[in-house]
């Protein structure tokens, strides 16, 4: 109990409320995005933005960038919750997310969701395995803001989606959470480090 709230302090869970996103992402002819929260912006060097986004190994939409090295990350809008449902709660490996989602196709041919608050298209320059997560760190080579709708953050998602989504996420979640423990297990045991199991909060939400 003490830990959970710890680690929810330590590493500002408690205080940050993030953006979402749709990060958009294409492999030859397949389109496919997921929905992320995970994403730090990088703007010191203001002619050169660039973004780090942390993606699960059990997603789909990590595959593709993996194979393209190519991703968009998409601003939605409060107007746009019903696709962190079927963007965020779904994988694209057997179904068409996009079927019935208009949208046009950025510089890199990742896919931008119209009425979006805004997008930035990156190409990957740099990955880091972490175990249950790779990190892409990408340079944009495009960005443009779509509309003045206000931005989706979390906390609104969580305030104002109707109860059954909030169930079906935490059974999701649970879902990948399993997935990832694998991940990670693997990858200590190929790390060969001894991965201290500590009690915490299993999400920041
Ligand atoms: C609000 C919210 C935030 C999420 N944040 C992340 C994230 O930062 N990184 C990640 O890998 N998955 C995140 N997910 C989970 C993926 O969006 C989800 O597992 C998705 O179905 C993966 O789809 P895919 O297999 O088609 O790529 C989030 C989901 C939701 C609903």
Known sequence: MLMTSAIKKLFGYESTDPYVYLVSTKSGDKI???????????????????????????????DLIMESGVFALNLLS????????????????????FEGVEHIKSKT?????????????????????????????????????LTDETPLRISYFKKSAPKEWLIELDKTTKESLEKSK????????RKKFHAVIIKTASTRF
């Open 78 to 97: 409060v107007k746009q919750m019903e696709l962190v449902r079927s963007f965020g709660m779904r994988s694209g490996k057997n179904i068409d997310k």
């Open 182 to 189: 694998k991940f990670f297990d693997e990858y200590a045991k």
């Open 32 to 62: 496919n995005g997921q929905i992320a929260v995970d994403v730090i912006g990088f703007t010191f060097l203001k002619d050169w933005p660039r973004a780090a986004i942390f993606i699960g190994k059990d997603k789909f939409t990590h």
């Open 109 to 145: 041919g990742s896919p931008i969701i119209k009425n979006c608050v805004g997008y930035a298209d990156f190409k990957v320059i740099e990955k880091l395995d972490l175990g249950d997560h790779t990190m892409f760190y990408g340079l944009a080579v495009d960005n443009k803001l």
